[in-house]
C-alpha cells in the first residue's frame, strides 16, 4: 500500500535560519500533498498544500517542493521563529479512494 | 457548522469498560478518518470512511475497535473491554473531494481517553 518516509525526525535551528523538511512517497498515482502543523497540546491544521500538476508554491515564509519524477517533496521554511516550533507532518493523497497517508511527522525546535 | 467537533473532549474510563467516541464532521465531507495519537507520538491510522463505499478498517488494531458512520455524517468510534494502552488521544479528521482529486482534512479538537 501507499506509505510516507518522513525525514528528519527532530530538526534544531536558530532563529533566522532555514528549516527543511522532507518526505517521498510510493504511490505514483498520488496528486494531493499537504502539510499539517501541530503545536503542543493541539490538533493539525493544514498550512500548505501542493498538488502533482505544479512543482513549487509558496505563502510567505514557507515553501513546497515537488518532484514528481524521484516521488519526494518537501518543506521549506525561512527566516524561522520560535512560534514556528511545532511537529509538523507531511502527507499523500491517492487518486484511488483520495485516501491521506501521512508521515511520522518532524519536530521543529526553533532556538531564539 | 464551524468545523469538526468530537465528544466528549476528555473520557475517563475503568479498564474492562466499552467507551464511544463520537465525531460531526464539517458538512458536506465525504470523507472522514480516525486517528489516535499517543503523547509526543504521531498520527496512527485507525480508520477511514468515503461516501457510500465500504471503510477501510486495516488500521484498527484489534477486534475490540469498531466504528460506523450514519448517514454520510456523524461517527462513532467504539472501543469494547478497554486496555490502559488504550489511553491517547483520538483525532476525527474530514475532508472533501474536488475535481477528481482529495482535498486537505481538518481536524475536531479531539477526544483523550484515560484507561484506569
Known amino acids: 500500500g501507499e506509505n510516507v518516509e518522513q525525514h528528519p525526525s527532530t530538526l534544531s535551528v536558530q532563529e533566522g535560519d532555514s528549516a527543511v523538511i522532507k518526505c517521498t512517497y510510493s504511490?505514483?498515482?498520488?496528486?494531493?500533498f499537504p502539510w499539517y502543523k501541530q503545536e503542543l497540546g493541539k490538533r493539525p491544521q493544514l498550512i500548505i498544500d501542493i498538488r502533482s500538476n505544479v512543482g513549487e508554491k509558496k505563502d510567505q515564509r514557507i515553501a513546497v517542493t515537488l518532484n514528481k519524477t524521484a516521488k519526494h517533496f518537501s518543506l521549506h521554511i525561512t527566516e524561522t521563529q520560535p512560534e514556528d516550533s511545532a511537529v509538523y507532518f507531511c502527507a499523500a493523497s491517492t487518486t484511488g479512494g483520495f485516501k491521506t497517508i501521512f508521515g511520522a511527522g518532524t519536530r521543529l525546535f526553533v532556538k531564539a | 457548522g464551524a468545523g469538526v467537533s468530537q465528544s466528549p473532549s476528555n473520557k475517563v474510563t475503568e479498564k474492562g469498560k466499552d467507551v464511544e467516541l463520537r465525531c460531526d464532521p464539517i458538512s458536506g465531507h465525504t470523507a472522514l478518518y480516525w486517528y489516535r495519537q499517543s503523547l509526543g507520538q504521531g498520527l496512527e491510522f485507525l480508520i477511514y470512511f468515503q461516501g457510500n463505499s465500504a471503510p477501510d478498517k486495516s488500521g484498527l488494531p484489534s477486534d475490540r475497535f469498531s466504528a460506523e458512520r450514519t448517514g454520510g455524517s456523524v461517527s462513532t468510534l467504539t472501543i469494547q473491554r478497554t486496555q490502559q494502552e488504550d489511553s491517547a488521544v483520538y483525532l476525527c479528521a474530514s475532508s472533501s473531494v474536488a475535481g477528481g482529486q482529495g482535498l486537505g482534512s481538518f481536524f475536531g479538537p479531539g477526544t483523550r481517553l484515560t484507561v484506569l
Open positions: 504511490d505514483s498515482a498520488s496528486n494531493y
